[in-house]
């Protein structure tokens, strides 16, 4: 079966400007999570959707926001970015269960803002 | 709250050495552990996986047993080979698809 895909795999933007990234899950898998990835700060938790509704949120600001469609498909929006927001942006699709089943991760998105 | 530590690296090894990645867990609760690897441009594959105490995960030779007295879930592989080096991710998840990883330990295998 097909695994998470992740478009697109890179971008360049101009600082200010917004930027949408889009995760497809695991099919019958209905629970998307998102994560930043940098050398300096690791691996850190964005947020989590479950059928369309946000579960779970980490500690970033107001600029970075997602959604999550009826097909179980995510996007991931940054609004005004920055420099500080380069980085590789992995998506991570599970069946959800509350007991924390295994999170199979997309490719990602390498974000540069120039 | 819930985190990871794991151990710095990077680790050089030699082919068919014996490796030990270390990693301990905070958490409240009883989480589910998992190993992760990442290999260059790509995203995380999971390796192996434990739910509870005392639970043992294997995959290609790689082991790691939940230890909830010492909080623990260290990464071993008798043989390493070339192909293992990869930097890997010790991470938790208390539930859902909220995942804590550690600041990963970069393996580079030499022949």
């Known amino acids: 079966k097909a695994g998470v895909t992740q478009t697109p795999r890179y971008l360049i933007k101009t600082r200010g400007q917004q930027v949408t990234l889009s995760c497809s899950p695991i099919?019958?898998?209905?629970?998307v999570s998102w994560y930043q990835q940098t050398p300096g700060q690791g691996l850190q938790f964005l947020f989590e959707?479950?059928?369309?509704?946000?579960?779970n949120k980490g500690n970033f600001p107001g600029r970075f926001s997602g959604r999550q469609f009826s097909n179980s498909r995510s996007e991931m929006n940054v609004s005004t970015l920055e420099l500080g927001d380069s980085a590789l942006y992995l998506c991570?699709?599970?069946?959800?269960?509350?007991?924390?089943?295994?999170?199979?991760f997309g490719q990602g998105t390498r974000l540069t803002v120039v | 709250g819930d985190s990871v530590t794991q151990m710095e690296g990077p680790v050089t090894l030699s082919e068919e050495a014996f490796l030990t990645i270390n990693c301990t867990y905070t958490?409240?609760?009883?989480?589910?552990l998992f190993w992760y690897v990442q290999y260059p441009g790509e995203g995380l594959q999971l390796l192996l996986k434990?739910?509870?105490?005392?639970d043992k995960g294997s995959n290609k030779g790689f082991e790691a047993t939940y230890r909830k007295e010492t909080t623990s879930f260290h990464l071993e592989k008798g043989s390493v080979q070339v192909s293992d080096s990869a930097v890997y991710f010790c991470?938790?998840?208390?539930?859902?698809?909220?995942?804590?990883f550690g600041t990963g330990t970069s393996l580079t295998v030499i022949p």
């Open positions: 991570a699709s599970s069946l959800g269960g509350r007991r924390g089943t295994e999170a199979f």
């Open positions: 959707y479950f059928s369309e509704t946000q579960r």
């Open positions: 434990a739910t509870k105490a005392d």
């Open positions: 991470a938790l998840t208390p539930a859902g698809n909220q995942f804590y």
């Open positions: 958490a409240t609760g009883y989480p589910s």
């Open positions: 099919s019958g898998h209905r629970s």
